[in-house]
């Protein structure tokens, strides 16, 4: 079973919609992320978590909310999704023990499409 | 602006030979760096890193390299298969020493395809 899962897979919604985007970790680490993806602009940080009482705003927070209900769980909403919202969104985790281990760990990704 | 710039959107190499995937960036406070590797339809998955003390790293086929006065880093694969075609994303961050929370900074991206 994945370590990093993500629901749904892929999503057509229409403008204005509201949109949740789910991530389940059964890596028991305490960081989780929320990435984008688009064509020649690589991975940017949207949102991030700590722990379940730390929620930090990444560089394009901007019309995105994000809820923390548990360790293993990290949502991504769209309060009123536009099309410039259209993008591969990716979660991820990290446990930082020791020094220099940002490795992250990443779920499959979830291929939004706002018409 | 970007702080990693990968600028060979796409790579192509012959089985068996070096593959070279460069990545510059301008943060002169970034002292930590991750490649990873993305297939289709999949997240990126963790390579190889290297922190800002040492120039090299080593991990069987995969050896990155760090210049520091340059600011540039490279991933070298020898030698390079078919099944290493995919995309390369590396990334880097601040804050090594002080043990702080630190984020990732990633590139666009590189598409290598291994022609066998």
């Known amino acids: 079973d994945a370590d990093v899962t993500q629901t749904p897979r892929n999503r057509i919604t229409k403008t204005g919609k509201r949109i949740m985007l789910e991530c389940s970790q059964t890596?028991?680490?305490?960081?989780m992320y929320w990435y984008r993806q688009d064509p020649g602009l690589g991975l940017r940080l949207i949102y991030y978590?700590?722990?379940?009482?730390?929620?930090n705003k990444g560089e394009i927070s901007d019309g995105y909310s994000v809820s923390r209900q548990a360790q293993a769980k990290f949502s991504l909403s769209l309060e009123s999704a536009i099309p410039n919202q259209t993008a591969l969104y990716f979660c991820?985790?990290?446990?930082?023990?020791?020094?220099?281990?940002?490795?992250?760990?990443f779920g499959p990704g979830t291929r939004l499409t706002v018409l | 602006d970007q702080q990693v710039k990968q600028n060979s959107p796409s790579l192509s190499v012959q089985e068996g030979r070096i593959s070279i995937l460069n990545c510059d960036y301008t943060?002169?406070?970034?002292?930590?760096f991750l490649w990873y590797k993305k297939y289709p339809a999949e997240g990126p998955t963790f390579l190889i890193s290297?922190?800002?003390?040492?120039d090299k790293n080593e991990d069987g086929r995969f050896t990155v390299f760090l210049n520091k006065s340059a600011k540039h880093l490279s991933l070298h694969i020898v030698p390079s298969q078919p099944g290493d075609s995919a995309v390369y994303f590396c990334?880097?961050?601040?804050?090594?020493?002080?043990?702080?929370?630190?984020?990732?900074?990633f590139g666009s991206g590189t598409q290598l395809t291994v022609l066998p």
């Open positions: 991820a985790t990290s446990d930082p023990t020791g020094v220099g281990t940002d490795t992250q760990y």
């Open positions: 890596k028991g680490h305490d960081r």
């Open positions: 978590s700590f722990d379940v009482k730390d929620i």
């Open positions: 943060n002169s406070m970034f002292d930590y």
């Open positions: 290297i922190s800002s003390i040492k």
């Open positions: 990334a880097a961050s601040e804050g090594l020493r002080s043990g702080s929370a630190r984020q990732l900074t």
